[in-house]
């Protein structure tokens, strides 16, 4: 406060040195006015600056924060020093459109500037203000005098009720500096305790002010024959005479005390005006008030109970917390107005809510009515400070004024009788930004052209000088049919303005909005529907392809992050529609730089499209029919693989066409889809990183998709196989291409397994379904090893665990880490890198065994039994034996878990199970009798130990006799023939 204070005082005398170097100085006031000086030496209303009412102002500094087919929001660029203060120094002010100036107080100082004004600094008259104590002077500008362009100024102390009147406000500076009366003063006579709480321009009558006791008070600012004269009459009641001073003073306590606004009606007659106030209880009087002074009381009533038993039916609650706020007459009535009230919605016991109603009123004494009720429902937020309604010219509709807020709302002239409600929005800032003051404009029009909308004007703190207006519009006043426009054009502004710098708008999906959930998410699709297919009016006049993708692509993500706070409260069929969207347009970017940067021949893709629609060029299919793009890339692939199959004998032509194939797949799936899904599916989409949370069918793993993946893996790793072949025999760029090619089989390779799972999950939610997904899941454990594998033969064996682990390829993690370990073996020499590999392959193996236990172990003991490594299962693995024992337990495997029972010394489990694979395998005579001879050992060796007894011994004997004599009698066959 101190700082700013010395920074005030500081410029007045910096200010007041330079005025005393202009000449001419002390002149008529005219002159005087016409040389008033801001600290630049510049004047605030030059008359060949000054525009004349209803001129076209110039727009081309104002910064457009949003924009609508109803309504704009722009800073202005005129921002004096003042309002870039970061302080909490408290301010109070005005509007004046029909002189373009602004009036900003703070406790010591007046600051007055033309808000229109094309300079970023504007020039500014600012004054002292001589204030015995802190509280914010009341003030309010007024007509300029004949022959003036700069507006009057009314300062009113709040205090000691010391009016000063300022014909023009570069008087009061004038004042300041050469100690002259410019202006014209009086005092309003106060009561002990009483103070001044409102201003009020009623012109052309003149100023009129409420106190705290409830004493309304008209000043007048000239006499009867038009010279400067102040002079204060005290509004008593009805009229004159004792009743109606003691009626008067009996309503100061019921209908006048606490008055929230004071606002100027209809004009009257020459030098008339109607005046209308309303207290915080809902209290309004009407007055007819004249220049000279005289007044009468039109109407006066307490419209409280009328207001809330309106609402009461509906809302049981509110009559407790009941508050009206403003009142505002429709244009050319004197009867029928608008008055703004809230109340607190705490149903739930929250109490944070707060509900704002407009009441459309008939104010008649005898016939007072309610016309209509409108609860707002697009906001309900507190403000801190007094809601404010405004109602400009032509009045269609009415501005909501909240400290962080601007509701505007289509106004309700009579009761309507269509079920649908009335076109409303609201326009939020950013928490930091606070209003503080506001004016409006009314419709201006030259030649049956608008040249100024309807609007309000809002000095803000944080954001300068803000317009918002009301733009005509071929709807405007008719029903709304739903909310689902109104959100369409949320998002558009959160997509298309949300992104500017330092704005001070808040575009955050607002959890107070209660619209519902249908109505968002149709209006989600048709947002996002807009921007995919081009033709949002924000881009579509972008010539450039590039260009115009990109700002769609970006679009597309403004609109996911914007709707990201609430995703989880939508169906997930829309939360994946809407991200599909934005990989599709990622994907048509990405594959039409491909087309620029001549990665894919362009007579393929011509041809490709052609398939599709035969008239349209590359440009024209890019601009329209994105959401396509997957059929086109597989078509891409399809023709680039017929074009290599016809180049087989060129194989450097051949490769080019596989590899445009691949890039085009890959940069559809792994570059666009699959980036997206890692950037947004989690994070934004509060989606499970799982197909499994699908309810729509994935456009990533089309049957098409599947077919032409598994084609290009087939044939890119045979070219593969064949650039191996040759690397480091020639001389040719075999190792360059061999590179790219086997990057490409990797990718190809993870593609396909995700495509896969992704399908097999999708069938998995739909029991109709089940066929298809038995069959795809066939397909892919036929085949899954099949491309995992061959990535570790071309030096990708990192990625080739990576994805085995990933899909739980135990067969193939199992193959992988034998053929390791035999490659590391082979190399037969003593090398700290290779010491290396071997002690990580075997972490490597012991991780799977601690991960997954049993289920990899089954795996792992089976491949060894195929592949013929029996004697290797029970020595390579001994801290996993309760595996090995689990394995055999099954007795599908006796043939050689007998061994790993004598291992552990279980002699009779070994000759127990050697007796049954004698009895279940058709083996030869001479194998069965060496199994029982050593079935027969372990029963010896078991009987020590009480795990035989001397009969299983015999009965091993006699088998053993029975095997000799069925062996004798064989060679006795044998000698006979």
């Known amino acids: 406060m101190q700082s700013t204070q010395m920074a005030q005082r500081r410029s ?390 909240l400290s962080n807020a601007v509701i505007m709302v289509d106004t309700l002239f009579q009761r309507s009788t269509i079920s649908n409600f009335k076109w409303e929005d609201v326009v939020e800032f950013r928490s930091e930004i606070d209003i503080f003051t506001t004016g409006y404009e009314d419709l201006v029009t030259q030649n049956q052209q608008v040249t100024r909308h309807s609007g309000i004007i809002l000095l803000t703190r944080g954001a300068g000088v803000i317009r918002v207006e009301r733009l005509e519009d071929e709807n405007e006043g008719a029903a709304v049919t739903s909310n689902t426009e109104v959100i369409k054009s949320k998002l558009r502004q959160a997509v298309y303005f949300g992104n500017i710098e330092e704005t001070p708008l808040s575009f955050e999906a607002s959890g107070e909005v209660g619209y519902n959930v249908d109505h968002i998410e149709t209006a989600i699709d048709e947002v996002s529907d807009e921007i995919i297919i081009g033709k949002s009016e924000y881009y579509k006049y972008i010539e450039d392809v590039s260009e115009n993708l990109n700002v769609r692509c970006q679009a597309l993500s403004r609109l996911l992050e914007h709707l990201s706070p609430i995703f989880s409260s939508l169906s997930v069929k829309s939360r994946l529609n809407t991200m599909w969207k934005l990989e599709k347009c990622e994907a048509a970017q990405k594959i039409y730089g491909l087309y620029a940067t001549s990665q894919i021949d362009s007579h393929i893709l011509s041809s490709a499209i052609s398939d599709f629609e035969e008239k349209q060029s590359i440009e024209q299919w890019f601009s329209s029919e994105v959401v396509r793009i997957g059929e086109l890339a597989i078509a891409i692939g399809n023709k680039s693989l017929l074009a290599a199959r016809k180049a087989s004998n060129n194989k450097s032509l051949m490769i080019r066409h596989v590899k445009e194939a691949n890039i085009t797949l890959l940069t559809l799936l792994a570059r666009s889809a699959y980036f997206i899904r890692s950037h947004f599916m989690k994070e934004v989409f509060k989606l499970a990183d799982s197909a499994s949370s699908l309810n729509a069918v994935p456009w990533t793993s089309s049957w098409e998709i599947l077919t032409t993946l598994g084609k290009l893996y087939d044939i890119t790793k045979a070219i593969c196989g064949e650039l191996w072949e040759r690397t480091g025999k020639s001389d040719d760029n075999s190792e360059a291409e061999y590179s790219e090619m086997v990057s490409q089989l990797v990718l190809l390779a993870e593609c396909l397994c995700r495509a896969y799972v992704e399908r097999i999950e999708y069938c998995s939610i739909d029991e109709r379904l089940h066929e298809q997904r038995e069959k795809l899941k066939a397909m892919y454990n036929e085949q899954r090893a099949s491309w995992i594998k061959p990535l570790l033969k071309f030096g990708h064996s990192e990625k080739a665990f990576q994805l085995a682990e990933h899909y739980n390829d135990f067969r193939s993690l199992a193959e992988m880490c034998r053929e390791e370990k035999v490659r590391l073996e082979g190399l037969n020499q003593a090398d700290s890198e290779i010491e290396a590999a071997q002690e990580s392959l075997a972490s490597r193996i012991k991780s799977y065994f601690d991960s997954h236990g049993y289920e990899f172990a089954a795996v792992l003991y089976q491949y060894y039994i195929d592949a013929g490594l029996v004697s290797l299962l029970f020595i390579e693995f001994p801290s996993y034996n309760q595996h090995l024992e689990k394995f055999f337990s099954s007795g599908k495997y006796d043939r050689v878990a007998w061994i790993h029972d004598i291992q552990v010394n279980d002699f009779a489990s070994a000759g127990k199970k050697l007796e049954r694979v004698v009895d279940e395998l058709d083996d030869s005579l001479s194998n069965k009798r060496l199994q029982l001879s050593i079935a027969k050992l372990c029963l010896i060796s078991a009987k020590n130990t009480g795990g035989s007894t001397d009969k299983d011994i015999e009965n091993v004997n006699d088998r053993l006799i029975e095997i000799e004599d069925a062996e004798i009698a064989e060679q006795e066959q044998h000698m006979q023939e």
């Open 12 to 401: 007045s005398r910096i200010q007041a040195r330079r005025n005393r170097q202009v000449s001419g100085l002390l002149r008529s006031a005219e002159s005087d006015n016409a040389h008033t000086h801001h600290e630049h030496g510049l004047s605030l209303y030059q008359p060949q600056e000054k525009q004349q009412f209803g001129q076209q102002r110039p727009k081309d500094s104002a910064v457009v924060y949003t924009k609508n087919e109803k309504y704009c929001v722009s800073r202005l660029p005129a921002l004096p020093n003042i309002l870039k203060l970061k302080d909490d120094l408290s301010f109070s002010g005005g509007i004046d459109s029909s002189t373009d100036a602004a009036l900003l107080l703070t406790s010591t100082f007046a600051y007055v500037w033309r808000y229109t004004s094309p300079d970023h600094l504007p020039a500014t008259i600012s004054f002292p203000i001589n204030n015995p104590s802190d509280v914010l002077p009341l003030g309010a500008l007024v007509s300029p005098s004949a022959g003036s362009t700069e507006p009057g100024l009314v300062l009113v102390h709040p205090l000691t009720g010391k009016v000063l009147y300022y014909e023009a406000v570069g008087g009061a500076i004038a004042e300041g500096l050469l100690h002259r009366k410019k202006g014209v003063e009086s005092i309003i006579g106060l009561y002990q305790g009483e103070i001044l709480e409102h201003i009020q321009n009623i012109e052309p009558v003149g100023i009129i002010v409420a106190t705290s006791s409830g004493r309304f008070v008209l000043i007048s600012l000239h006499d009867a024959a038009g010279r400067p004269g102040i002079s204060c009459t005290v509004m008593r009641g009805s009229g004159s005479g004792l009743w109606s001073n003691l009626k008067g003073v009996l309503n100061l306590g019921s209908t006048r005390r606490d008055v929230t606004a004071i606002k100027p009606g209809k004009l009257l007659g020459r030098g008339e005006r109607m005046v209308i106030t309303i207290n915080v209880r809902g209290a309004v009087t009407t007055w007819q008030c004249s220049r000279s002074g005289n007044y009468s009381l039109l109407f006066e009533m307490d419209l409280r109970p009328q207001l809330i038993q309106s609402i009461i039916e509906v809302y049981p609650q509110s009559e407790k917390t009941f508050t009206v706020h403003d009142i505002e007459m429709l244009p050319g009535d004197d009867k029928s107005g608008l008055i703004l009230s809230s109340f607190i919605y705490d149903e739930n016991g929250k109490n944070d809510q707060i509900y704002y109603v407009l009441f459309t009123v008939y104010l008649d004494q005898e016939d007072f009515r309610i016309i209509s009720t409108h609860r707002i429902t697009c906001y309900s937020v507190k403000s801190t400070r007094t809601p404010k309604l405004l109602l400009p010219q032509p009045g269609n509709t009415s501005f909501i004024v």
